[in-house]
């Protein structure tokens, strides 16, 4: 800067100033929301809109503003720490940042579909458990990365063929966030055994009458083994016109394990 005097006949004299103009404060940045802690699939995006950046000199539009998330793994793949750091540089390199942390949990279990409704079973069909036709699915974790389980519990009931499984489904997520999903399954043996090899109806002699043949008769069920089922036989004689004529019915009766009886 220079100042210059000048008389009536022309002197003239200077003197100078310098000023040296410098820019050495950092912009300012405004809008950078607060921490927060989120679920894994609602984490907060960087919004470019709502961060603005001002600065002593330079106008807000010669500001470089940035954003830069860097993750932090946390227990398991859905829990983890994004550190969001917005750096505002403005026309001479002054720079300021300003730091938001993004805490992300997996809090949530996961969802098992498909689970059949109880039911009631014949003890010869009880209904295998179908993996096929039981899913699991997640807010975070894929479907490849659930671990789907079944177990059976089995509660007796009054005879060996006769009792409840309770079926549970359980699946587990990434983070060990679990569901659970139960069918109830009641067996039951209703089912007659079945008889073979009775002799047919004969007529015979009075002094040739067939003995019951143990050998020859067999009873086999649906539930039980053949070891397992009673088989009894039992004459009933019915006089006739004289004392050597008369009639013998002769029963079989096979009984299973839970009373069911031809």
Do not use: M, Y
Request: negative net charge.
């Amino acid at each position: 800067r220079t100042w210059t005097a000048t008389d009536e006949c022309g002197n003239t004299s200077t003197a100078l100033q310098t000023i040296t103009v410098e820019d050495t404060t950092d912009p300012i940045i405004a809008g950078v929301p607060t921490d927060v802690t989120a679920e894994c699939d609602n984490v907060p995006v960087a919004d470019a809109n709502a961060v603005t950046a001002t600065d002593n000199c330079s106008a807000t539009a010669d500001i470089n503003l940035t954003v830069n998330d860097v993750t932090t793994p946390g227990t398991c793949p859905n829990n983890f720490t994004i550190t969001r750091t917005w750096t505002a540089t403005d026309e001479c390199g002054n720079t300021a940042t300003a730091l938001q942390t993004i805490t992300v949990e997996d809090t949530t279990d996961p969802v098992i579909a498909g689970v059949p409704a109880d039911v009631a079973a014949e003890c010869d069909n009880v209904p295998v458990a179908d993996a096929n036709s039981v899913t699991a699915t997640d807010n975070c974790s894929a479907t490849a990365d659930i671990n789907l389980a079944v177990n059976d519990v089995t509660t007796p009931g009054t005879c060996p063929n006769n009792f409840t499984i309770t079926r549970t489904w359980t699946a587990t997520d990434e983070c060990g966030n679990t569901a659970t999903a139960l069918q109830t399954i009641t067996v039951e043996d209703t089912t007659d055994p079945v008889i073979a090899g009775v002799p047919a109806d004969v007529t015979a002699e009075c002094d040739n009458v067939p003995v019951a043949d143990a050998n020859s008769v067999t009873a086999t069920d649906n539930c039980s083994a053949t070891a397992d089922i009673n088989l009894t036989v039992n004459d009933v004689t019915t006089p006739g016109d004289c004392p050597n004529n008369f009639t013998i019915t002769r029963t079989w009766i096979a009984t299973d394990e839970c009373g069911n009886t031809a």
